[in-house]
């Protein structure tokens, strides 16, 4: 009953713009009249398990549901607060519920309001929520490092406290509230903050974390942890430092002058962790983007699901679930121009010669693996065809074709094995992931599958 309930307030506290949602033990139905409750959610268990862990595994997408204990002369009262949903009708147990009435029946079952609350889902927007609220202009700029954002954005910085805010406000980075006070955004908060923990977890919680295994598994010891303490824009400069700091090098010999050159290309680690900033669902509670470094590959992790096909990222133009963050990150150049990241990341690998970087969709998350230098027999199969298909969409939005050559200088392998590169082709083809570019010649040239 409760978890039906969750998902019928979420959707319908949405619907009608009323939120947060509640229920309420303790009060009488019919009467309304405080009579107290013994039922204790904190001690309450299901199927062996707590009885908030019970419902938060059942619920989809993720909410941030609480449960809270009211004291009051008439009795005990607890309240249960339900947020509104903001990506997709929240389900429980496989199934979308809405309340009408004191009922609360399957949303599937109302064509109608189902349509309608996508209406109301669509235009929200998570960087508008509000991550602090009634502060002094004093308190706003004791949040916010407002000096660092003109520099970064390459403006001047007002002499005075008002035309400071305003201009934070022209940005969405706060908001104007009654009384002469301010309200700072999600957006504010995320980019700016001296210290993501002033705010509460829905913000703290979305920090960049970095972690350094001592081998190839998650089982190995960790040798460094990184948490990020300040708001994206104010970190990523240091968090890339740290990062390249940590790589593994090869070194050489050149003119006498030992020098190092890092396993993996910075270009590409820099776009992969910009990205991962920019593309994930802020809407999910209490996790933000990890990057894991291993002895063999580099891991950069987002929550939420991609909004393109993985195999798509190279070509495709990026959608964004946060359209502001990722405006204003790259007004502080801080990543690229719109659809430009990703072909930067798969040209620098291919110089290098590594192994073609694993773009994945699991489990609700997007995750971009970089892998270290190994020679080319070392490498599998589908490390052939997947090499093989981002070659031929790069030489295809450069305007060229793949050729057997292209792909054995992507390789670095000599032409008297043509015939290594002729079979990862075939390979390619069987699984139609490219075809020829030319039916009459189809030897000559290939093209991704989709052209």
């Known amino acids: 009953m409760i978890g039906r309930l969750i998902s019928a307030l979420s959707n319908t506290a949405r619907l009608y ?16 009249d405080v009579v107290g409750t013994s039922f204790d959610p904190s001690a309450a268990r299901e199927q062996g398990h707590p009885l908030e862990f019970w419902l938060a595994q059942r619920l989809r997408p993720s909410l941030n549901f609480a449960f809270k204990e009211v004291q009051h002369p008439g009795g005990r009262v607890v309240l249960l607060e339900v947020p ?13 519920y809405i309340r009408i009435s004191s009922a609360t029946p399957k949303l599937s079952d109302y064509p109608d309001r189902l349509r309608a609350l996508w209406d109301k889902i669509r235009p929200y927007a998570w960087e508008r929520g509000m991550a602090a609220q009634f502060l002094s202009g004093d308190e706003v700029l004791a949040q916010l490092d407002a000096a660092s954002f003109f520099t970064m954005t390459g403006q001047s910085r007002p002499s005075q406290q008002e035309s400071i805010l305003a201009k934070l406000v022209e940005e969405r980075l706060i908001e104007t509230d009654v009384g002469g006070r301010w309200n700072i955004t999600n957006l504010g908060a995320l980019l700016l903050a001296f210290q993501l923990d002033r705010f509460d977890s829905s913000i703290a919680r979305k920090r960049i974390r970095f972690v350094r295994y001592g081998g190839n598994s998650r089982a190995d010891t960790v040798t460094h942890r990184r948490e990020g303490q300040q708001g994206y824009a104010l970190d990523f400069e240091d968090l890339v430092g740290f990062i390249d700091g940590l790589v593994p090098r090869n070194e050489h010999i050149d003119k006498a002058f030992r020098t190092g050159t890092p396993l993996y290309p910075p270009v590409a680690i820099r776009e992969l962790v910009a990205n991962a900033l920019i593309h994930q669902d802020l809407t999910i509670t209490g996790t933000g983007p990890l990057i894991e470094l291993f002895n063999d590959r580099l891991e950069i992790t987002n929550p939420g699901a991609p909004l393109v096909n993985p195999d798509r990222f190279i070509d495709c133009a990026p959608r964004s679930r946060n359209e502001a963050l990722a405006a204003l990150m790259r007004r502080m150049r801080i990543c690229e121009e719109q659809g430009s990241g990703i072909d930067k990341v798969v040209r620098s690998v291919e110089l290098f010669q590594l192994p073609a970087p694993d773009f994945r969709a699991e489990d609700g ?8 230098p190994r020679r080319f027999a070392e490498m599998t199969t589908d490390e052939y065809i997947r090499a093989c298909y981002q070659h031929a969409v790069l030489q295809f939005i450069s305007g060229a074709r793949m050729r057997n050559s292209t792909l054995r200088e992507r390789f670095g392998i000599e032409g008297r094995n043509a015939a290594q590169v002729s079979r990862i082709i075939r390979l390619a083809l069987d699984r139609k ?13 290939y093209v991704p599958h989709w052209v």
């Not at 009323?18 to 309304?32: F, L, N, Q, S």
């Open 17 to 32: 713009g009323r939120y947060p949602a509640h229920v309420v033990w303790g009060i009488a139905d019919k009467t309304h």
């Open 84 to 96: 509104a949903t903001t990506v997709s009708p929240v389900e429980f147990d496989g199934h979308a």
């Open 365 to 372: 998350a997007t995750r971009v693996v970089l892998y270290a």
């Open 433 to 445: 992931l490219i075809r020829p570019a030319d039916p009459v010649k189809p030897q000559a040239a």
